[in-house]
């Protein structure tokens, strides 16, 4: 028996040994330089071909490095978020993540000192020169700039039915008395007139900045999100009233659909608009759906409500030179050019060679080159994470209650919040 | 004592990982949380600057919070009553010595073998509420074609059913548990005291209700605290099933502090929030030990 015991203990003794030998650090990878690990979202149709194209165009230049794809499945990124602030914060960042160029980046990340700048690769590459001032000024924070920009996707689109269209005789609305006469009539034929999908939680947001940007025009929508524009300001209440008129006009099931699921009714021709970023053209072309056609939505011609994606360098990140690499390879003519047609987006620089790109980008590169371009709240571009919650939280009691006064109160306290207003 | 043998030592040292782990992952991180909590920590930025209760009070003042919390009280009184309602009438159907009573307790108990996530999606399905331009589906749907058409809702995606509907969702999952547990009770009491109670002249209905209930009290109770600290937790099950709802009329507190903490950077306000469910799950729980500590002296 005796023996028996001295066994235990060694028995003990080695289980008390592997679990040190777990909780152990663990070694470093072995050869820092043969890695590359990117971070982002991209899961789903169009988005992971142009991250696969990417990889080739790097793997071309690079054979030696072996890239590393950590994607966290989840639309604008929501679950992806989650753990790259964990990453993040428990000080093992990607390599390089995606992330919404603008204030996401800025206010989340820059701010906290967990970003390296990149001027003098701008400087080096020339890039400087090659992005537009409308993204150099959303990128850059004290005089650097901070990511590379890999694309631009347009908020502010309106998307209908073509054959709803022709079939009632009816023109895409440019103002919102046009489109409150085009609802009425699509609504008259048993149609919806304006489809939303608000499971997410974030689409009417999406909905609402456009009618924002529709109403106060590009200067005086701008300074809402810089503080020059008060949210006390009655064009506002004009906007509110706006979308609580649009509110009229949706479909009875949005709260039970993700905005692909609405999108459905365009595809079956029992709806006639939708108001969604531009990534619903890359969705109509996965679904085989050809019968679309887009607008800039109502009252917001020549304005480009923007977002973009982008890529940066964080402190600490194990194998920097690969990622300095790899943010050659994004800024990149053949970067962007190799991306950008199959994610369905246009790309940031100003020299891309439009003939791989399909006829609604195309239409989008132009309004890019000539359009006045506001930033997004709710993609990250125009306002911290923080206050962006708080807005797209306000938005979705608004779709419920459509309390134009409250609402208003509410918006304008997100921004005491967010000390941008006083 | 008796100084240290073998047996003590190897006790010992089995125990420690697991005591330290514990002490460290869990009672540390819930003391870590209290702190953020009562700091200023808002953005990427750690600021541990405490600041009182001033989290709690602007949490309290928060409108998605005080829908959150009328949520959590209305799901749980909701999901808590069906479930014991159904799981002890199953029970009792089940105690009626049927035939195959094996397969009827396996399918009243499959819905358990699901995760909240799978039984969201389908519930998420069946409860979708359609529209009239594409038609019914789901329940709806079965109530079209079987001409109840009066009975069609927009189950959650009308604000006045909301967290009902998740309710209904979590039943369904649950209940075939609580018969489990029931029926464990009810072939536990002896068959005598029923056949006395019937020499006595009681009914069938006299026998449960004054001799079999009562005894399955202390059922009663572990099944309220089991699904009850589930029900104050809930999260998978809302966020598969219909996220936080029109007007937040299916959020919950959990999902809330996911939100706040993740989205939106207020990692103090995540950590209030976190109390707060702490807090509400322990005002539950602690009685019930203290309850079983008692009756085990007794004993």
Redesign the interface.
Known sequence: MKGF??Y??V???V??GM?AAACGPTPPPAAPKGKLEIFSWWTAGGEAEGLNALYDVYKKKYPGVEIINATVAGGAG?QA??VL?TR??GGDPPDSFQVHAGHELI???V????MEPLTSLYKSEGWDKAFPKGVLDIVSYKGDYWSVPVNIHRSNVLWFSKKVFADNKLEPPKTFDDFFKVADALKAK???PLVMG????WEAGHVFEDALAGTLGAEAYNGLWTGKTAWTDPKVTEALNNFKKMLAYI??????LTWDGAG??LI?G??GMMIMGDWTNGWFMSKNFTGYGWAPTPGASGIFVALSDSFGLPKGAKNRDNVIAWLKVLGSKEGQDAFNPKKGSIPARIDPDKNLYNDYLKSAMADWAKDAIVPSPIHGAAA???W???YK?TI??F???QDVAATQK?LQQACVDAKVCK | MRGLTWDRVTSILLIAPSAIAILIFVYGFIGWTGWVSLARWDGMLQDLTLVGLRNYQKLFDTERFQIDLHNTVTFTLLFLASSLVIGLLLAVLLDQRIRSEGLFRSIYLFPMALSFIVTGVVWRWLLNPGSRELGSVGVNLLFDKAGLGLLKSGWYTDPSIGIKAVAIAATWQMSGYVMAMYLAGMRGIPEDLREAARVDGASELEIYRHIILPLLQPITLSAVIILGHISLKIFDLVSAMTGPGLGFCTDVPAYFMFDTTFRGNHFSQGAAIAIILLLSVAALIIPYLVYTARTEVQR
């Open positions: 015991r001295f235990g203990f028995v003990a003794l289980v008390l679990i929501a978020k989650a602030t993040m914060l206010d989340t990340w701010v906290a000192g967990k048993g149609i919806v608000t499971k997410d939680g479909n009875t099931d949005h709260s039970a459905q009714y079956d029992k709806g911290s994470e923080g962006a919650t708080a939280d979705a009691v779709v419920a209650k509410a």
